[in-house]
C-alpha cells in the first residue's frame, strides 16, 4: 500500500493572475501558504487483477478504466494504463470550498501514482503534470496555482510567467514572524459549497477588458508588496493588503461576492478585522481574516451572528509528500 499526504493551500493575493487570459500578455503572481488540512491517497493491489476499484464520495469498480465516472481519477489512470489497482480518497476538508481541493487531489494521485511504478518525481513536475490532467486534458477553466500550492507546500510566491512556466520562490520569514502571523489569521466557514468553473470562465471572459486586465494588474503590485512587508515584519501591512486585493476582485466577475458574503465581510471588518478575502473563486466556502489577538473574541462572536464557523488551521512547509510505502 502507498499513501500519500497533500496540503490544501490558502492565496492571501493575486488570485487570477494564474489564468492564461491574463499571464500570457503579462506575467502573473500569488502569494499563498499551505495549510495543515491534507488529501490522502492510498492505492494497492486490486484483489481482481482486470478491475480497477476507485473510492472517493462514490465506489466504482470498473473492468475498463474509461468507464470511471471521476474525470481526474479516468484520465490520470488512463495515462498511467493502470489495471488491477483500487484507489481511495480521503479528504479533511469537502470540495467546492475555495482551497484548491482537486488540484491536491490530483497532485496526491501523481505523487502516489509514480511512486506505485516506482519513478521519482519533483514538485516541479507534480505542479507540472497536476496543470497538464485538470487545464490540457480536461479543459477546466481554472489556474495555475493549486497545483504549485500542493506540491511545493510553504508560504510562496509563484509567478505565472508568459511563456507558460511557473517560478515557486518561498517568503523568507523569521519563525517569530510566522508564529505571529499564523494567530493573527481567523478562518470561518460560510457553507455553500460550488463550483468555481462558471465563476472562472467569466473572469477569462473579462480578462480581455482593460478595466479588469488592470484590475488584475494592480493585484499582481500587490503579491510583492506583501512579500516585502512580510519580510520586513510588518504584519500589519497584511490587512490592509487583502483587504484592497479583496475589493479588486470583486470587479472580476459577477458572483464572486453575494450579499451574505458583503454581510459577514462587514462585519468582520467591524469586529476589528484589518483586512480579509473569501477564498477560492467566490460564492462561498471560506472567508479569512486578518485580525490582531485582542480582538479574536469579539470577531468570533460577530462571525456567530452571521452564521459563520470558525475553522482552525495553520500553515505548513512540505507540500505533498509520502507517508507510507509498503510494497
Request: negative net charge.
Amino acid at each position: 500500500m502507498i499513501i500519500t499526504k497533500t496540503p490544501f493551500r490558502i492565496s492571501f493575493v493575486g488570485g487570477g493572475s494564474d489564468l492564461p487570459a491574463f499571464f500570457e500578455k503579462q506575467k502573473g503572481a500569488v502569494l499563498s501558504t499551505s495549510i495543515n488540512k491534507y488529501m490522502y491517497i492510498s492505492t494497492h493491489q486490486y484483489f481482481e487483477a482486470d478491475k480497477i476499484r476507485c473510492k472517493y464520495s462514490q465506489t466504482e469498480t470498473v473492468g475498463d478504466v474509461n468507464e470511471l465516472k471521476h474525470p481526474i481519477l479516468r484520465t490520470v489512470l488512463s495515462d498511467f494504463n493502470l489495471n488491477g489497482i483500487e484507489v481511495s480518497s480521503i479528504a479533511d476538508i469537502p470540495g467546492g470550498t475555495g482551497m484548491g481541493s482537486s488540484s491536491s487531489f490530483t497532485v496526491g494521485l501523481l505523487h502516489n501514482l509514480n511512486t506505485y511504478i516506482e519513478k521519482e518525481v519533483s514538485k516541479e513536475e507534480l505542479g507540472a503534470g497536476a496543470c497538464r490532467i485538470e487545464i490540457e486534458l480536461l479543459g477546466e477553466p481554472i489556474g495555475k496555482q493549486d497545483q504549485y500550492a500542493a506540491a511545493y507546500g510553504g508560504l510562496n510566491v509563484i509567478e505565472f510567467n508568459t511563456d507558460g512556466t511557473v517560478t515557486v520562490s518561498p517568503v523568507n520569514i523569521s519563525n517569530e514572524i510566522r508564529d505571529q502571523l499564523d494567530q493573527n489569521l481567523k478562518l470561518y466557514y460560510l457553507g455553500n459549497q460550488r463550483s468555481a468553473s462558471a465563476i472562472l470562465s467569466e473572469q477569462k471572459k473579462n480578462t480581455s477588458a482593460e478595466d479588469k486586465f488592470k484590475a488584475l494588474e494592480h493585484m499582481v503590485s500587490l503579491v510583492y508588496k506583501l512579500r516585502d512587508s512580510l519580510e520586513a515584519g510588518r504584519l500589519d501591512d497584511f490587512g490592509a493588503l487583502m483587504h484592497e486585493n479583496w475589493l479588486l476582485k470583486q470587479q472580476l466577475a459577477s458572483g464572486i461576492s453575494t450579499p451574505q458574503i458583503t454581510e459577514t465581510y462587514d462585519a468582520g471588518l467591524n469586529a476589528g478585522a484589518l483586512g480579509g478575502k473569501l477564498l477560492g473563486a467566490g460564492g462561498g466556502g471560506f472567508m479569512l481574516f486578518y485580525a490582531p489577538a485582542d480582538v479574536h473574541e469579539v470577531l468570533d462572536s460577530a462571525m456567530e451572528n452571521v452564521g459563520a464557523t470558525p475553522f482552525e488551521f495553520s500553515m505548513e512547509t512540505e507540500g505533498s509528500k509520502l507517508i507510507h510505502v509498503e510494497r
